[in-house]
């Protein structure tokens, strides 16, 4: 009986703050409107003019709301009076300290929270902070989500003014670099990766309805981007005229090697991971052994195909990671290789030259290769360069004999050519990368580029939480 009378008053307390809020609200509503009016030049403004109004005021309103919402869900950590040292057990008083400003996406929100110092282990705390979990920044996660979105897919100065004009709220310059060089560090092919559950959900949706398990498409390929070099870095020595005349360095377009696995069938493609770096062979095949290793691929519900160029380590790898998988040598690669052969051998005679190579790629689709071989044995070389396209290639063919049964693939429903993973290099490196003027530290350059793979592979939420997560532990672990 007792206990219900305790509880009751403790509700009737909670209800009674509850109302003052309320009552508090709907006054600062009252004040907002009458503000809003008279702001209002005529007595007719269009529906423009009234959204302009709201909208250049309307994170006064929500920002207010969310303080309010803070002080009545947080009225115990605004008002507690005393707390235990976390390191040393002393009892602190609070300290009266003024008001901290946050900034989101809805508004500023003013947290007048108490504040505790220990002399003794000369540490402050704000508790309040921990259990709002506040960023250490002033603009918090929110704001710092959509301003690395944005600095994913454009500029930085770009982004920064999209930001602003789409939002009413400024972040500077700053900010955005700084989260998204934070977000971006040290992530690896599986942190934006999907997981095993996510790719196994779209294969069971493409294999609705259908006899056959759907084809995978593993493309391995590269796109070059504009990189500088670290000592571009460093300061350049000299008088400061000679200086400003040309930049002690070079840009260099280097091959960011990247893979795409992919769901494919007639009516349409469905993306399951991409992951691009600028990187070596080593490092591609190593990240690809990790998504490996990790059973992303669900290799048994997937009939797995993969296409690349002649580049010896993808072979390699993927003998001993996908080993049952159709190797596909890309059709276009090779008729590239045939057209240089061509363009050597019949050089004046464009005529020529392309009948020769529709005929060796038509054997090659229906899976003569001796034959297109013997056709290129039987050229008589016209010089020396010729002749040895024309060995190297009849090289390449005869390693590659295995993976050039095009027609017997496009049968099997596998594609021949490795379009999927040009798709993904325009979208995830060039349109992001290739600006004119843009040359990027290689680390910079990776760092963007694993953010956009977040992004095209669906992850930059999950990506984001990560961060947010390491970086409110790290505060934990040491408060200022
Ligand atoms: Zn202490």
Redesign the pocket.
């Given at each position: 009986m007792a206990m219900a009378a305790v509880i009751s008053l403790e509700e009737s307390r909670q209800s009674f703050a509850k109302t003052r809020a309320r009552q508090d609200l709907h006054e600062y509503l009252d004040g907002w409107l009458d503000r809003l009016e008279a702001t209002m030049a005529d007595d007719t403004p269009s529906l423009e003019e009234l959204t302009h109004a709201v909208f250049a005021m309307r994170q006064e309103l929500t920002g207010r709301i969310t303080q309010a919402l803070v002080e009545q869900w947080h009225a115990r950590g605004l008002h507690q009076r005393t707390m235990p040292?976390p390191?040393?057990q002393?009892l602190l008083p609070a300290r009266p300290a003024p008001p901290r400003t946050v900034h989101t996406m809805v508004g500023e929100v003013s947290l007048g929270r108490p504040y505790f110092y220990?002399s003794?282990?000369q540490?402050g705390f704000s508790p309040l902070d921990d259990a709002l979990q506040l960023s250490e920044r002033r603009t918090q996660w929110d704001m710092q989500k959509a301003a690395a979105r944005l600095a994913a897919e454009v500029p930085f100065e770009t982004a920064q003014e999209l930001f602003a004009e789409l939002t009413g709220l400024s972040l500077s310059d700053h900010t955005i670099h700084e989260v998204t060089g934070e977000l971006s560090h040290e992530l690896g092919v599986l942190e934006v990766s999907p997981t095993a559950a996510e790719i196994a959900h779209r294969v069971a949706e493409m294999a609705a309805g259908k006899t056959w398990r759907p084809v995978m498409v593993l493309a391995i390929d590269g796109a070059y981007v504009p990189t500088r070099p670290e000592q571009a870095k460093g300061q350049v020595t000299g008088r400061r005229h000679t200086r400003a005349k040309r930049a002690g360095w070079q840009g260099e377009w280097k091959e960011a090697k990247g893979f795409r696995f992919y769901l494919v069938d007639k009516e349409r493609i469905v993306h399951v991971l991409s992951w691009h770096q600028v990187q070596t062979d080593k490092e591609a095949a190593e990240a690809l052994r990790q998504v490996n290793a990790a059973g992303l691929i669900p290799e048994d519900q997937v009939r797995l195909c993969v296409i690349g160029d002649g580049a010896k380590w993808i072979w390699k790898q993927v003998k001993t990671l996908f080993p049952t998988a159709v190797q596909i040598l890309d059709y276009y690669h090779c008729r590239e290789h045939m057209h240089k052969v061509g363009g050597l051998q019949f050089g004046d005679d464009a005529v020529q030259e392309q009948e020769w190579v529709e005929a060796m790629m038509a054997r090659l689709f229906w899976g003569y290769v001796d034959w297109a071989i013997e056709g290129l044995e039987a050229l008589q070389p016209r010089d020396r360069h010729a002749a040895e396209e024309i060995r190297k290639l009849i090289g390449s063919l005869r390693n590659s004999a295995g993976r050039l049964h095009y027609r017997v693939a496009r049968k099997g429903g596998y594609p021949i050519g490795s379009g999927g993973i040009e798709a993904a290099n325009k979208c995830i490196s060039h349109v992001r990368l290739k600006r004119s003027g843009a040359w990027w530290y290689i680390e910079k350059a990776n760092q963007m580029l694993a953010l956009r793979c977040a992004a095209y592979n669906g992850t930059f939420d999950s990506v984001f939480e990560v961060y947010k997560r390491r970086v409110l532990q790290r505060h934990r672990g040491n408060p200022l």
């Open positions: 040292c390191h040393c002393r220990c003794h282990c540490r």
